[in-house]
C-alpha cells in the first residue's frame, strides 16, 4: 500500500521522467532482456530496435507517475496493457523480473543522489500497486477465456487448414483446433496470440482476426515485413497442414454492440485485417433494424497489388446496399479509381451528409491514424466516436 509520503516522492519524480523516462526505460529493457531470457519471447526485437517499444513504456510510467492519486484517469490504457498480456499469456511470476530491473534501472539511470532508499521504496510501492491491479485483471481474463464455451488456458494446437495469398504482401490462414472441438467466439476486431520456435528461440506475435467469428475456426492475414522474423517464417516455412500454438482471442478494439450510428471503417494496408472482421459482423447483424445502419468502408493501400480483400469487400457491397466502400491508392492506378492522400476533404466527400454522426473505426501505420484523427477531429467527429488500435506498442497519436 502506498503511504502518501511515497505519492508525494513518486509526483516529484515526474519532471524526471518527462525528461529522461525514455533513457530508463531503454536501460531497463537492455537489463532486463540480458539478464532474463525467459522473457524475451514476450518481447518484439523490432520494436526493442527501433525504439517504440522503450518509449511506450517510458509514456506509460509517466502516465502512472502522473495520475497517482487517480488511476481511472488513465482511461483505456490499463485495459490496452491487459488484453497485450493476456494475448502474449504473461504470467505472474514475470512481474518480479520486471520490477526488480525496473528498480535497478531507476537507481543507475537516475543516481544514487537522485534516487535514494526512499524514492526506490516509493517506486517499488507504485510499482507493486500496479502489478497486483493488471495480475488480478490478467487473471479474472484467464479463466473468463478457459470457462467459455470453446475457450481454453494457455497455448492449443491448430492445424493450418488453408493457406491464401490474399495480394503481393499478404497472405491467410485458416487454422482449425487440432482437438477438433469448438473456439471461443471473440468480438471483432480482437487478435490472437501465437507461439513460435523460429532457429531454436522462442518468439510469440499477435495477430488481428481477419473473419467474422464462427465458433470453428480462426483466420489471421499476414504482411510480409521486410526483415520480419515471424512474417517471413509465416509466408515461407508454415504450410497447409502444419501445426500452431494459439493463444485465446484478447484486446478491447472492438466493434460496439448495439449502436445505430453510421458505421465507418478505415484502414491502411494490413490495416484491414480487423475492419474487415468488423465489416462482416455489422453486415451479418439484423437485430433490432441494424440491417438500416450505413456502412462507410474505405481502404488506403500503396497500390491494387498490395490490397487484400478486395473482391471480397465488393462482393459484400453488391449483397448490401446499405455498404458503400471506397479505395485509394498512393500510386497513380488504372482506369477511375482513385489516387493520393487521404485527406480531410476526400473523406468529408466520403461521409455521410452528418459526419458527426458517425462511429469511426481505424487502423494503419501512425502517420496514416495520425492524419486521419486529425480529419475526423476537423470534420465534427467527436472523441468518444473514433477508436483506433496500434500494431505494436502503443503511442500517442496528437
Not at 13 to 41: C, I, K, N, Q, S
Not at 237 to 251: E, I, K, N, S, Y
Not at 278 to 294: F, T, V
Request: net charge negative.
Amino acid at each position: 500500500m502506498l503511504t502518501e509520503a511515497q505519492r508525494v516522492i513518486i509526483r516529484a519524480t515526474v519532471p524526471l521522467l518527462e525528461t529522461g523516462g525514455e533513457a530508463l526505460t531503454t536501460h531497463f529493457y537492455r537489463l532486463m532482456l540480458a539478464e532474463h531470457p525467459e522473457v524475451r519471447p514476450l518481447f518484439n526485437a523490432a520494436h526493442q530496435a527501433s525504439g517504440a517499444q522503450p518509449r511506450a513504456l517510458a509514456n506509460g510510467v509517466l502516465a502512472y507517475a502522473k495520475n497517482i492519486d487517480r488511476l481511472e484517469a488513465l482511461g483505456p490504457l490499463a485495459a490496452q496493457i491487459v488484453n497485450k498480456h493476456v494475448a502474449l499469456q504473461v504470467q505472474p511470476e514475470h512481474y518480479p523480473i520486471v520490477g526488480g530491473c525496473l528498480l535497478r534501472a531507476i537507481r543507475e539511470v537516475l543516481g544514487a543522489d537522485v534516487a535514494t532508499d526512499d524514492v526506490i521504496a516509493a517506486w517499488a510501492a507504485a510499482y507493486q500497486q500496479l502489478a497486483d491491479l493488471l495480475i488480478g485483471a490478467e487473471a479474472q481474463q484467464y479463466d473468463a477465456l478457459a470457462t467459455a464455451p470453446g475457450g481454453w488456458r494457455g497455448g492449443r494446437d491448430f492445424r493450418v487448414a488453408d493457406k491464401v495469398r490474399e495480394s503481393d504482401e499478404i497472405t491467410s490462414f485458416h487454422l482449425l483446433p487440432v482437438d477438433g472441438g469448438p473456439v471461443v467466439d471473440f468480438r471483432p476486431g480482437q487478435y490472437i496470440g501465437l507461439r513460435l520456435v523460429i532457429n531454436g528461440q522462442e518468439v510469440r506475435r499477435n495477430y488481428s482476426l481477419s473473419a467474422a467469428p464462427n465458433g470453428r475456426s480462426y483466420r489471421i492475414s499476414v504482411k510480409r515485413e521486410a526483415g520480419g522474423v515471424v512474417s517471413n517464417h509465416l509466408h515461407d516455412r508454415v504450410q497447409a497442414g502444419d501445426t500452431l500454438v494459439l493463444f485465446p482471442p484478447a484486446g478491447d478494439f472492438t466493434l460496439a454492440e448495439g449502436s445505430q450510428r453510421p458505421l465507418l471503417l478505415i484502414s491502411g494496408g494490413v490495416g484491414i485485417t480487423p475492419t474487415l472482421a468488423m465489416l462482416e459482423a455489422a453486415l451479418a447483424d439484423e437485430a433490432d433494424g441494424a440491417d438500416q445502419r450505413p456502412i462507410h468502408f474505405i481502404h488506403c493501400a500503396r497500390h491494387p497489388g498490395v490490397q487484400a480483400f478486395g473482391a471480397q469487400v465488393d462482393a459484400l457491397a453488391r449483397q448490401h446496399p446499405r455498404l458503400q466502400r471506397f479505395y485509394l491508392y498512393d500510386e497513380a492506378a488504372p482506369g477511375d479509381q482513385a489516387s493520393g492522400r487521404l485527406t480531410t476533404d476526400r473523406l468529408q466527400a466520403w461521409l455521410p451528409a452528418a459526419p458527426a454522426e458517425v462511429e469511426a473505426y481505424f487502423l494503419g501505420p501512425q502517420p496514416f491514424m495520425r492524419a486521419v484523427k486529425r480529419s475526423l477531429h476537423a470534420l465534427g467527429v467527436p472523441a468518444e466516436q473514433m477508436r483506433y488500435e496500434f500494431f505494436g506498442p502503443a503511442s500517442a497519436l496528437d
